[in-house]
């Protein structure tokens, strides 16, 4: 099979590697969907690809992107029961291996584990970005009949990371929330808000993405390119007092101040970009505000279904989210226009 490869500096390869078998405990995946996620970004244009930006790895040799795994298990291994996998089931895949036994491990946060995440698919492990993918049967999540392939891409990383931040900070539907960055998390973030009826304040810098914010049910646009006191500008919008609750998805330093500064007294504020760094006043930013300050790291296995099983209960579109569909062999174009960051998510279909 033929897997996309990030060989850093924003270089890509589409590799030939050997189908993968399962060992015991593994199944592998017919690839159906596999997103493209705002994470990867950082991994395409990092020098060393994905393995250099400090996840840990054990991989040599290049290693196939990908992190939003979708597809239908097609190979089951020696020691998995019929109620971790099934010839033919549709699943997600939750994109971390730690340990399968220490006390994060055993409540589904792999990412967490003890021991430190021993594989990050589609950076530190091969991932989705091609026909098969092998891993570990306690990593799947079944993918309801409702949502698409697509769909299930995108709960696997994007949509699912803004459903553990909302969860984190216990949005409610009387409460206004800004969200920085309306990337694929951040725009998920705005419709998942939304529907939850909360109030969203959108901000980008790109008026293209404000708009898809709009179409996805924002209440409230900000170009901070455009405004010179962003958190002014929220303020105005909240009767003085600030946001209730914000979420940066941006991972922008004066994004990230703004984002604490932009919340009322007692709110909260939950940082979800990778990367960069932040500089804040800790006194008059957070303690003499009563601010709560969220770090929030993707989900849980049990978090990315619950987020699957909210989005097809309500009826949620995710797959609008979508603007570009890809085959593996255009994955050189699709990463080149998703650098742009002004378009919607893409998702690559390998099979
Ligand atoms: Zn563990
Ligand atoms: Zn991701």
């Given at each position: 099979m033929k897997g996309i490869v990030f060989?850093?500096?924003r270089e890509i390869e589409l590799m030939k590697f050997p189908d993968p078998t399962p060992g015991p405990g593994e199944v592998v995946l017919e690839i159906k969907a596999s997103g493209m996620c705002g994470s990867d970004l950082k991994f395409y244009r990092a020098a060393g690809g994905a393995?250099?930006?400090?996840?840990?790895?054990s991989h040599t040799g290049p290693l196939i992107a990908g992190h939003e795994p979708c597809g239908v298990v097609v190979a089951i291994g020696p020691d998995v029961s019929p109620k971790q996998a099934q010839i033919g089931q549709r699943v997600m895949q939750h994109h971390y291996r730690g340990c399968g036994a220490c006390d994060h491990c055993s409540t589904?946060?792999?990412?967490?584990c003890i021991e430190g995440v021993a594989e990050v698919y589609g950076a530190t492990g091969h991932g989705a970005h091609a026909k098969y993918m092998k891993c570990p049967a306690r990593t799947l999540v079944p993918l309801p009949d409702a949502l698409s392939f697509s769909a299930g891409a995108a709960i696997s990383c994007g949509t699912g990371t803004a459903w553990g931040a909302l969860q984190r900070l216990t949005l409610t539907a009387d409460q206004t929330i800004a969200v920085f960055g309306q990337g694929p998390v951040g725009l998920s973030a705005t419709l998942l808000a939304s529907q939850m009826g909360a109030r969203v304040i959108a901000l980008d810098v790109s008026d293209e993405r404000l708009n898809r914010a709009k179409a996805f049910g924002a209440h409230d646009l900000i170009n901070p390119l455009q405004t010179p006191d962003v958190v002014g500008a929220i303020r105005d919008l909240t009767h003085g007092r600030g946001a209730h609750a914000s979420l940066d998805a941006s991972s922008s330093p004066e994004a990230r101040a703004q984002a604490v500064r932009c919340v009322r007294t007692w709110g909260k504020a939950c940082f979800v970009g990778e990367g960069d760094s932040v500089t804040l006043d800790v006194s008059s930013d957070l303690l003499r505000r009563q601010v709560t300050l969220i770090g929030s790291w993707t989900f849980s296995t049990i978090g990315q279904a619950q987020c699957a099983e909210y989005v097809a209960d309500r009826g949620i579109?995710?797959?609008?989210?979508?603007t570009h569909q890809w085959r593996l062999d255009q994955a050189v174009e699709a990463y080149a226009l998703f650098d742009k960051q002004s378009s919607g998510k893409g998702v690559m279909l390998p099979s």
């Open positions: 060989k850093g500096n393995s250099s930006l400090g996840l840990g790895s589904g946060w792999m990412q967490l579109e995710l797959d609008r989210l979508f």
